[in-house]
């Protein structure tokens, strides 16, 4: 796992964000990854994705990143990590 996204965003505060959000198989983290690429591109997300992206705060309500959201779309996928 990649420690640059555990740093910004720690298990116990995911897991609180996302109550009883359901994604299916897809991680936490994969959720959170993908949500903040979308709006990179310029794509949207579903209203619970970009919901829990906002209250980590890694997104703004104008669906553009935060220093903290760049910061942890760099992490998730740089090296080609997973997480």
């Not at 995911?14 to 591109?41: E, P, Q, W």
């Amino acid at each position: 796992m990649n420690n640059g996204v555990v740093e910004l965003i720690c298990k116990q505060t995911l897991t609180k964000v996302f109550a009883n959000a359901n994604f299916g198989s897809s991680s936490k983290r994969d959720v959170v990854r993908y949500a903040l690429l979308k709006v990179a591109c310029g794509y949207d997300n579903g209203h619970t994705a970009q919901s829990i992206i906002n209250e980590l705060g890694l997104c703004t309500k104008k669906l553009t990143l935060t220093k903290k959201g760049r910061e942890y779309l760099y992490e998730a996928f740089r090296n080609g990590t997973n997480h």
